[in-house]
């Protein structure tokens, strides 16, 4: 669908960001074995270097931001600790980081420096495991090298032997924190081995939380900052009930956070009809994908134009004071989406922003068409929900969120078949009859695997091949 070179220029892009800024706190209260981390949204103002590939290819003479898309967890990696920030995704299961040595960490504009690197051979607590970590993303980016383990901490909380890859190749300037389930690990998918206990597996083997399970809150558009627990839930972030739903598996095997989305209603409009359609919910994304006939419908509704060199579509700014719901219903819980929470900012560096041909301000519309690929429920989507990912039973826990809440009550997820506090089974799901990838193409068991789904840059790419196809001026 995208381009060779367009992915080129969207990795290349993802290299020159800078100036993130993540701060993380720990919720460890009252002996609960529960770990919460702040994330936080890129929220930098910083001009970006201007990106040296598009120089040569003389195409585009503009220097590119977006704040509004990705999450990052602050950590730790070594002895002595090295700072990493991680891009936060639960849409691939592998955490690695960047070595300063790979020929993209060595650049003169020094791309990497802002996410931090690791370098195992000043490792004291470094062991190496094996050179077959590779990995690869649906926006073109990716890393490979070796697969390592050593100290990792979040926070304060330690984690002593975290396997994890280290990218001596890499087209990636940040590292990335993989939290999905251990059989969508590259390890499996494309070196053919067994899992192995990723981040969330191994606090409960180390005895942090109780079970393989965490929440994640990414609160509203315009906030910074929201916060993912593992082993636990904050009853304040969300409006009950939190109801909990089957994850649909695939080739009989649970590799993906896939759901089954049955309504969907734009206003007092239903699109697509009934569905019975599974979805990914996956924070790697910034933008929502759905079936191009829905999208279609959804388009037409809103006045979206849709720029298909760039697989997205533009919407005057002045939506984002629309607040028409986006109801989505998974067979019992409806998340409302309101419209303005699908608008997205697109500014320069010089702090312009792209107009239509007419002079009205252009904004990036939040769903794109999955067309052939995987109907992705992103970040345009999961900031209106709270989420539950209960790994341990395959279930996922919905409610709508609680924008902005400061209170806080953390209940620990414990063991056993219905661990998660205060979550209701929906009775009778529906299962999924569309959208499944089916026995060939289960992530992470066949071939296609080893392919995850960061989509994070989609955003900027989308407004480069808006104004070279003349779709938007700057
Ligand atoms: C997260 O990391 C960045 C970059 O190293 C740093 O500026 C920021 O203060 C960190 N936040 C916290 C809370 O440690
Ligand atoms: C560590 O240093 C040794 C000796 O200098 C070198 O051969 C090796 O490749 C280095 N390993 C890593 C992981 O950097
Ligand atoms: C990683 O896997 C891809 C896809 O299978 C392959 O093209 C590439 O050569 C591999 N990279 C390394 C370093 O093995
Ligand atoms: C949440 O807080 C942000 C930043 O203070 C504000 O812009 C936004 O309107 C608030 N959202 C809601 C839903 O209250
Ligand atoms: C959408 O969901 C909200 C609850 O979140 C509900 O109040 C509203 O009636 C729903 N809209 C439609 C058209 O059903």
Known sequence: MKSTS??????????????????????RGDGLKVVGLEIQKRAATNPIHRDNKLKKRGSVEVELDNEETLYFIN?????????VRLHLDTGSSDLWVNTPA???????TQPCRYAGTYNANSSSTYEYIGSYFNISYVDGTGASGDYVSDTVS?????????????????????????????????????AGLRPYNNLPLQMVEEGLIQSNAYSLWLNDLDANTGNILFGGVDTEKYHPPLLSLPVESEAGVYAEFLITLTKFQLGNNQIGGDLALAVLLDTGSSLTYLPDTMVQEIYNAVGAQYDSDANAAYVPCSLARDRTLLNFTFSSPTISVEMNELVLDLITSSG????????????????????????????????????????????????????????????????????????TRVQNPVKATAGLHGPNGASGISGSSGSSTIRGMGSMSALIMAVMAGVLVL
């Open 154 to 190: 979040f926070a304060g909380t330690k984690i002593n032997r975290l396997q994890f890859g280290i990218g001596y190749s890499s087209s990636n300037s940040q590292g990335i924190l993989g939290i999905g389930y251990p059989l969508n690990e590259v390890q499996v998918g494309r």
């Open 102 to 108: 790979s020929s993209l960490c060595s650049e003169s």
């Open 352 to 423: 312009r922003r792209p107009t239509f041909s007419n002079g009205v301000a252009a904004c990036l519309f939040g769903i794109a068409p999955a067309g052939t690929g995987t109907n992705v429920l992103g970040d345009t989507f999961l900031r209106s929900a709270y989420v539950v990912y209960d790994l341990e039973n395959n279930l996922i826990s919905l409610a709508p969120t609680k924008f902005n809440s400061t209170a806080t009550r953390i209940l620990e997820i414990g063991t056993g078949e219905n661990s998660v506090p205060g979550a």
């Open 6 to 27: 367009l992915l080129a220029i969207v990795a290349s892009l993802a290299q020159t960001l800078d100036g993130l800024s993540i701060p993380s706190i720990q919720q």
């Open 75 to 83: 950590g730790t990696v070594g002895t002595p600790p090295r700072p």
